[in-house]
């Protein structure tokens, strides 16, 4: 107890004042995150840091301090859990905006970039056929060189088939990285990459938060149609249903009427009107039995 005691009172004052930070924002704002910036140039950081000023912000610190203050929460306390997603090369992010919200930021953050040597490809990397901009000379046999089958065709430098130069998760060499630099092929994609985040008592990954708004839309809308049916089926009466409720009551009774027949005034005309076209329809089927009825007669007479 006492060698703890002696090692507590020998941490920096500043290691102690970035723990209570990182408490302090946990507990000052709706959601919390980490983020991966694994590849992002300090410069586009920075640039993107600004671009989030006011509504994200974006706090670099040690790892190692950042899970003694995650650790340091109450057990009960959901946010205790982003201990768990503390790995490589991260930065604290904290917001008042919902997590679906920081994440479309987020992403918005991404762009692709050229490979460097040693990079992993994130999917498989493929150089389409047709031709480029370069001028005969050695970079056919460059292409050549890193599986790229190139030839000349008009004064030009073509790539003569599709291929697939990489596989996703496979390593890109330096000289097929350089080549596909030169052929303006960006496969590695840059950006902020939310790993987890924390609002309240509920934990989202980012599998949680890639949502297709086009497609919830749809899914809110169909579910709106389905749901208006219902009403109007079961005669529920909403503020959205009423009136076609009272609608379709009004045109219901209506027929209701005229088929009893009932003498209202509303119908009498539609009453009328039905009672016309049934007697003319009689008095066509009368006269179309009595002109059969001449016909035969005089057959009979010749």
């Known amino acids: 107890m006492e060698a703890e005691a002696h090692h507590s009172t020998h941490i920096p004052q500043w290691k102690k004042d970035e723990i209570k930070n990182i408490v302090d924002n946990v507990h000052s704002h709706r959601i919390t995150g980490i ?33 003694i203050a995650f650790n340091s929460l109450p057990e009960d306390e959901k946010a205790r859990i982003l201990a768990e997603h503390i790995d490589g090369q991260i930065v604290m992010v904290y917001s008042n905006e919902n997590p679906f919200r920081l994440y479309k930021l987020l992403e918005a953050t991404k762009s692709k970039v050229p490979a460097k040597g040693g990079d992993i490809a994130p999917e498989d990397i493929v150089v389409e056929k047709g031709p480029t901009s370069f001028k005969p000379g050695p970079i056919v046999g460059e292409l050549q060189q890193v599986g790229i089958s190139a030839g000349i065709e008009g004064g030009k430098v073509v790539i003569k088939q599709t291929k697939k130069v990489v596989k996703k998760g496979e390593k890109i060499s330096a000289k097929l990285a350089e080549m596909l630099g030169r052929l303006d092929v960006k496969p590695i994609e840059v950006g902020l990459n939310l790993k987890a985040v924390v609002e309240g008592d509920t934990l989202y990954m980012p599998a949680d938060l890639a949502v297709d708004e086009v497609a919830l839309k749809g899914m809110f809308a169909q579910a709106a149609g389905h749901a208006f ?55 066509k089927q009368v006269a179309g039995k009595e002109d059969a009825l001449d016909e035969e007669l005089k057959s009979k007479v010749q």
């Open 35 to 67: 983020v991966d910036v694994r590849g992002v140039p300090a410069s586009s950081l920075q640039v993107m840091r600004q671009q989030l000023r006011g509504i994200v912000t974006l706090h670099m610190t040690r790892n190692t301090l950042s899970n």
């Open 229 to 283: 049916n219902l009403c109007m089926e079961a005669g529920i009466a909403t503020k959205d249903t009423i009136e076609p409720l009272i609608q379709k009551a009004t045109m219901e009774s209506k027929a209701l009427a005229v088929n009893a027949p009932i003498f209202e005034k509303e119908v009498m005309d539609i009453i009328l009107s039905k009672a016309e076209v049934e007697m003319l329809a009689v008095a």
